[in-house]
């Protein structure tokens, strides 16, 4: 019986070790997508979430105007990354509440004159869910998960097959009237990965939005949703978002 | 706004998917029905509708190379589909569509297509000249053994593929129906019932049209029609309606009994919005009344009256199924996810997605089925051997 080279098996097994690191290395890159090439920011340090305070939200509209202007977003009515929403609750009738969003809420609200009834605003976007239903519908992958937890769409891949959209429980999804493809709210990664702060919690005056990252354990949001009763829309979905929502009311969809 | 009744969320006011993609379940299900009556024949040996047998593979050859086309006009970028087959994101229920289209087209439909028909071919070849003997060639793949044993053969090889076809018609259809029924945001599509419900429909849509067009063709030849035939293709006809119609029905009493909490925006939708497509269409003109003219079809028994039952029947069958490809399609995008609303899909005629190239898309399988019949008649002719079946 012809005794085993050891040279020629370490060499083998040498090779073979570093072409499977390359593979994977070479899988962790196409499974992740593309993230943004930002100098000095590592995608895989950060896990972003986003809390929604609604008992601070006075329904002006600032965020979805500083998103549009931020984002080249279509000032044509039916497409928002983010919009407002205000709730109007008649205690004897809780189920059947009266819902708005006039033009998203870009211009405000009109005055409320209705008596005796519960009212709040639920500023509404992309829920940047872990287990994103639009992620796993996009038949050419697309839409994708960034490292850090953005879900991003690329737009020289999209089909513009609308799939992703029917399969958003929360209609945060469109398409971009000019390019044809599914557009939606990037978390404004080419701000955040630069360490500047969505434009839609820069511009709130009350502080109703905060970006956190939950990677991080000196970020404010960790003691935040210790001390707070948070929620998340639609748990049922079983689609594990990451923007929290503090004094939800539950007949919020 | 006035097209939105209660609350949807702003970016659902505008319908994502349009009638182009009515189109696209009611076109596969005539397909994957024709190929069932096909396999009907040649698998379990139901004789009776032998005369069906070829028209029933050109009817769902044409209708399946028309079937992309809805899909590819409703795109944002169609240049890109192609970025499917290359790059498919495995966890989409989507990026199957073009595997599975092409299995069936390629590996079912035109290898048992080019096996039944190859000696004719041989023999079209062989007394042409010309271009058409080049084509007719091609078509051969320059091979003319037509001896007993290679159509023994063939004969086999078609056998197994038509085998291999029954559950590849199922998959197709079922797939479709699985696009739907697996978009968990969506409790109108959202069922496992519906690759089921699409089957059988399917089915049912499919038999119909190669028994219209049997009925179509006959007159238009001025030839007999086999009234055993047509009388056996209504027969399981029904027995599929009956299948499908329970399978409806089971799935809306699980919705009403189970009435969880999309069911009141969704039965306000059904009493409203969807009644006429719905209730009146799909339900009434489009399943009860043909279930009720097949089942008593039998007790006419002069024969030209006979068909004439079966040909309206048939036709309301068509509705019906149209109705509720429609219903599911359209009505899934009509009412919003928050259930606090609805919209309204307006139909616009001379769009890239309107009624127009709708009803081309419609018309264009059967200018392709009258070319198919033209090049590869599915009747014995004058001139050619009878069919080996």
Avoid at chain 2, 321 to 332: D, L, P, Q, S, T
Wanted: with cysteine; charged share 15%.
């Amino acid at each position: 019986m012809p005794v085993p080279d050891r040279r020629a098996f370490l060499l083998q097994t040498g090779k073979l070790l570093v072409l499977t690191a390359s593979a994977a290395a070479a899988w962790d890159y196409v499974a992740a997508g593309q993230p943004e090439n930002a100098p000095g920011y590592d995608a895989t340090a950060h896990w972003w979430a986003m809390i929604i305070d609604v008992e601070q939200c006075i329904g002006c509209g600032r965020c979805v105007q500083a998103c549009k202007a931020e984002n080249g977003v279509s000032t044509e009515p039916y497409y928002f990354r983010t919009w407002v929403e205000r709730y109007e609750i008649d205690p004897s009738d809780p189920d059947h509440p009266r819902v708005e969003s006039p033009n998203g809420g870009y211009d405000g609200f009109p005055e409320n004159t209705r008596a005796g009834v519960k009212t709040f605003f639920v500023p509404k976007l992309c829920n940047h869910c872990a287990d994103s239903p639009c992620v796993q519908v996009c038949p050419v992958g697309a839409t994708f998960q960034t490292p850090d937890g953005v879900v991003l769409v690329d737009k020289e891949y999209c089909l513009g097959c609308r799939y992703c959209i029917q399969a958003c429980p929360y209609g945060c999804r469109f398409i971009d009237p000019e390019t044809h493809t599914a557009d939606k709210c990037t978390l404004c990664y080419h701000r955040i990965t630069k360490g500047l702060q969505t434009a839609c919690v820069e511009v709130c005056p009350t502080g109703a939005r905060y970006l956190g990252d939950l990677k991080n354990p000196a970020d404010p949001i960790h003691e935040f949703l210790r001390t707070h009763m948070v929620q998340v829309l639609k748990p049922q979905m079983a689609t594990h978002p990451k923007t929290f929502y503090n004094a939800l009311d539950g007949v919020v969809r | 706004m006035d097209r939105v009744q209660g609350f949807m969320y702003p970016n659902e006011i505008e319908l994502q998917w349009s009638i182009l993609i009515v189109l696209y379940p009611f076109i596969t299900g005539l397909v994957a029905g024709a190929f069932i009556l096909a396999s009907l024949e040649r698998v379990f040996n139901v004789q009776a509708v032998k005369p069906t047998y070829r028209l029933s593979l050109l009817t769902a050859l044409a209708f399946m190379l028309v079937a992309p086309l809805p899909l590819q006009l409703h795109l944002g970028h169609p240049e890109r589909s192609f970025e499917m087959y290359l790059t498919p994101h495995t966890t989409s229920a989507m990026a199957m569509f073009g595997f599975v289209y092409l299995w069936y087209l390629m590996v079912v439909l035109v290898v048992e297509i080019w096996l039944e028909y190859r000696r004719e071919i041989v023999s079209a070849w062989q007394s042409a000249s010309g271009a058409k003997r080049l084509a007719f060639g091609a078509l051969a793949l320059w091979s003319s053994n037509t001896s007993a044993e290679a159509l023994r053969v063939d004969d086999r090889v078609g056998r197994l593929v038509t085998i291999i076809g029954i559950p590849s018609a199922f998959l197709l259809h079922g797939y479709v129906g699985f696009i739907f029924g697996s978009v968990k945001a969506n409790p109108w599509w959202s069922t496992p019932m519906m690759p089921v419900v699409f089957l059988f429909s399917a089915i049912v849509s499919g038999v119909v049209l190669v028994m219209l067009m049997y009925m179509a063709m006959t007159a238009y030849r001025k030839v007999p029609v086999d009234m055993v035939c047509l009388d056996t293709i209504a027969r399981y006809l029904l027995y599929a309606f009956l299948i499908d119609f329970s399978l409806e029905l089971l799935d809306l009493a699980h919705r009403i009994y189970e009435a969880d909490e999309s069911f009141k925006t969704l039965d306000f939708m059904v009493h409203t919005r969807l009644f006429l497509s719905q209730i009146v269409l799909q339900i009434v003109v489009g399943t009860l009344v043909p279930i009720v003219l097949l089942a008593s079809a039998h007790l006419v028994q002069n024969a030209a009256l006979r068909r004439l039952v079966y040909g309206l029947a048939g036709v309301l069958t068509l509705i019906g199924i149209f109705a509720m490809r429609w219903n599911v399609v359209i009505g899934g995008q009509l009412f919003s996810k928050s259930f606090l609303g609805y919209t309204t899909y307006k139909l616009q005629f001379a769009t890239r997605e309107g009624l127009g190239v709708s009803l081309l898309l419609l018309i264009l399988p059967f200018v392709l089925l009258a070319g198919l019949v033209r090049i590869l008649p599915p009747w014995p002719a004058a001139t050619a051997p009878a069919t080996k079946h």
